[in-house]
């Protein structure tokens, strides 16, 4: 009897003994995995960081790019509005006093591929734009020419020419326009400009009879020839 007493002791020692190591072990398993687990958790707080500070870059490049494709934007919407408006530009006679010519450089708004003036008789010597009417004979057949009379042209016709080879001689294929009398017009048409062969004529009379013409060919650019006298305002 006693030695079985001994042995239920001894057994209780031993189950002591057992719980208490793996109590231990236990304990240092879970130690081992908390520190693993604050390690990943630095680990992934660093990548975090470095992510935020590589992503606050780019978001600080996106901006500067932005910023700077919003000021490009805004200087090529100024150029083609400057060139635009270049385009647009065009000088127009406001006055005439012995020959004398009074101008201002402004803005129309009819482009034209050829301008000219024409100076008439009796010329104002002050003339307000909204004083100047408008003709316009487009048709889309070509390149637009615009017509500037200044004073009065009389018997005034834009005549279309033809060519006919068997007589080898130009002709009146249609008559655009004809005007009794056209004083501070402003006549729009259309017309191939050739370089040789003109395909347009302007015709009109003077105040003392005189017939003139004037045939619409591509002249190259510049200032000189754009004005046509009359030579009886």
Not at 55 to 70: A, F, H, M, T, V
Not at 95 to 122: H, M, P, R
Not at 224 to 232: A, K, P, V
């Amino acid at each position: 009897m006693k030695k079985n007493y001994i042995l239920i002791i001894v057994l209780l020692l031993l189950c002591l003994l057992l719980t208490s190591y793996t109590g231990t072990q236990n304990d240092e398993f879970n130690n081992k995995t908390s520190e693993l687990e604050s390690q990943e958790l630095e680990k992934i707080k660093t990548l975090y960081e470095k992510f935020k500070l590589e992503n606050e870059g780019l978001r600080l490049d996106y901006s500067k790019i932005k910023e700077e494709l919003l000021d490009a934007d805004i200087k090529i919407r100024r150029m083609e509005e400057i060139i635009t408006n270049r385009d647009k530009r065009d000088i127009r006679i406001v006055g005439c006093s012995d020959k004398v010519l009074k101008y201002v450089y402004e803005e129309d708004e009819f482009e034209a591929s050829l301008i000219k003036t024409i100076i008439g008789y009796n010329p104002d010597k002050l003339l307000e734009k909204e004083e100047v009417d408008v003709i316009d004979y487009r048709d889309d057949s070509g390149l637009v020419v615009k017509l500037k009379i200044f004073g009065s042209l009389y018997d005034f016709e834009i005549v279309k020419r033809g060519w006919d080879e068997k007589t080898q001689a130009t002709y009146d294929a249609e008559i655009i326009c004809k005007l009794e009398e056209v004083r501070n017009k402003d006549i729009l048409f259309n017309s191939i400009l050739p370089c040789g062969f003109s395909t347009h004529e302007i015709r009109w009379i003077d105040k003392n009879g005189n017939q003139h013409s004037y045939y619409v060919i591509f002249e190259g650019y510049g200032f000189s020839g754009t004005i046509i006298w009359d030579n009886n305002y």
